[in-house]
Each structure stands twice: as structure tokens, then as C-alpha cells.
């Protein structure tokens, strides 16, 4: 049986939709109203990226806290 692209584009679309169905729905909305002044006022957090204590070490990504719901 020969696969034609018109055969596996058809089953890449039928996989991603089936994906798709099988996905949870995200009931997590963020209130754009809290994320903005949030975010203004992490602005300054970006200056501790980088710890120079331990500049090996990730550190915690600012503003990560303004996306929870």
C-alpha cells in the first residue's frame, strides 16, 4: 500500500484532532485587570536573574506569580 501525502496529511489532521478532543479544557482565566499593575510592579525583580552569590544557580523567573488565577 503506497502512502500518498494527501494520505498522511489526512492522518496527521485525524491524530491532531483527536488530540484535540482528548485535551482538558484549561479553566484557568487570568484576570487581565491583576496581571497588568502585577507585572508593572515586577519590573524591578529582573535585576535579581542573576545572583551573584551564585551565578551557577536558576533562579526564579519575576512575574511568574502575576499569571495564576
Known amino acids: 500500500m ?3 501525502p494527501r494520505r498522511i496529511i ?3 489532521v485525524v491524530a491532531g484532532g483527536l488530540t484535540l478532543l ?3 479544557a484549561s479553566y484557568a482565566v ?3 485587570l491583576h496581571v497588568i499593575p502585577c507585572l508593572v510592579e515586577s519590573g524591578a525583580d529582573v535585576t ?3 545572583d551573584p552569590t ?3 544557580v536558576p533562579a526564579e523567573v519575576p512575574a ?3 499569571l495564576q488565577p
Do not use: E, K
Open 2 to 4: 503506497r502512502f500518498t
Open 10 to 12: 489526512a492522518a496527521a
Open 22 to 24: 482528548t485535551a482538558p
Open 30 to 32: 487570568v484576570d487581565p
Open 48 to 50: 535579581t536573574l542573576i
Open 54 to 56: 551564585a551565578p551557577g
Open 64 to 66: 511568574v506569580h502575576c
